[in-house]
């Protein structure tokens, strides 16, 4: 087992909550999703066009820096190489990447530089599998799969040798770029099998040499936090494409965790897909996120020419003004030890306590356990005050009696209208 990470690693992790995630590759030519070559089983010569024309003539990553930034996010994590094996920058122990296409220039360190000017935490995703590579074994998640004759020409090819690879590449990542703060792999499926239930020749930690790597790192870079998905323990794990209905634990103990959500279900960019999650549904995925003591991590997939889509711009400029409201019950929040009403999330940040309303009550709101606990109440949107009142259970309520309210609940007196936010937040004063 491999040394931990600093704490001063993991909290500075557990303040920023919401980051952004880059699938960016030669996939955004075909512009229908990021296993597009899996998909569609695309040779290499079928999949060539695409490192033929690849021109990113409008890649500005200050623009991605700001957006992110604006949008309230505080880290980024970039995908260096994808399952298609191309790489963003000019590695030294390959062709297969940017520096040998037309373009000819690091897309990589120009991302990095503009994260850091924008005061984000800079994550590097890299993928282990490799459908490029010519030791990298055809299995069941392989393009050619099914091709019997790619098969037996493969049938000699070393994994160990695609691993020092793996570490090669990873090495002149972590080496070449000053500090880094998240490394991403991606991903492991030892033992996995067809669906007849043929052996699948599914990959893991023997196959990455994952104790190694992963020692590799932590040399390299001492203040890293490394994810879970080289088949071994990492320092944080991660859902992917859903919410935890609680906060995650691993051996029946509290662990680090970020979800990392789609904005339309694809990772690249996906032209045609109009599947686009609502702001609403993204801000209320982070703070259900937030109040699990858990981050978010927000993807968008980049145009073959480099720029986000603007429905991606759109959708993080609408997050952005809910955040620029109200950032201070996520950025540094933690879980609150009360239990949220239903339909709400609470978030804690020392004696403040926050009220995330994913609906919008008639009236009143009920805090059970509270009564006596809050000095103060406002909407966190506008600072305007929020009424409160102790019920007497058996106090006379037109011809009934209150009734259902215990002694110790707080209640907040709302105003009919719903405040014009994505979700209305109430600052409580404890």
Known sequence: MTDAPPAHSVEKFRDWRFGLFVHWGLYSLPARHEWVKNRERLTDEDY???????????????????AAREAGM????????????????????????????????????????????????????????DWHHPEFPIDLVHPQRDDEEAIAKAAGRDIQVYADYLHAQTRELLTNYGPIDIMWFDFSYPGRKYPDGRDGHGKGRDDWRSEELM?????????????????????????????????????????????????????????????WKSPELLVKMLIDSVSKDG????NVGPTGRGEFDPRALATLSSIGEWMRLHERSIR??????????????????????????????????HLQGLAGKVKYAQLLNDASEVKRIVNDPHQQAQNTTMGGVSADTLTLKLPIQKPNVLVPVIELFL
Request: overall charge negative; proline content about 7%.
């Open 215 to 275: 020692a590799m790192v932590r040399e390299l870079q001492p203040d890293i936090l490394i994810n879970d998905r080289l088949d071994i323990p990492g320092d944080f794990v991660t859902p992917e494409q859903y919410q935890p209905d609680a906060p995650m634990v691993r051996d029946g103990k509290p662990v680090l965790w970020e979800a990392c959500q789609t904005l339309n279900g694809s990772w690249g960019y996906d032209r045609d897909n109009l599947d």
């Open 332 to 365: 540094g929040a933690r879980p609150a030890e009360y239990a949220a009403p239903v339909d709400c999330r609470f978030t804690q940040k020392g004696n403040r306590l926050y009220l995330h309303l994913f609906s919008w009550p008639m009236g009143h709101i």
């Open 295 to 298: 981050n978010l991590l927000l």
């Open 74 to 129: 505080r880290y980024a994590v970039l995908t260096t190489k994808h399952h298609e094996g191309f790489c963003l920058w000019d590695s030294a122990v390959s062709d297969y990447t940017v520096a040998k296409t037309a373009w000819g220039k690091d897309l990589v360190g120009p991302f990095v530089e503009a994260c850091r000017a924008e005061g984000l935490g800079v994550g590097f995703y890299h993928s282990l599998i």
């Open 48 to 66: 060539q066009p695409y490192f033929d024309h690849f021109e990113p003539d409008l890649y500005d990553p200050a623009k991605w820096a700001r």
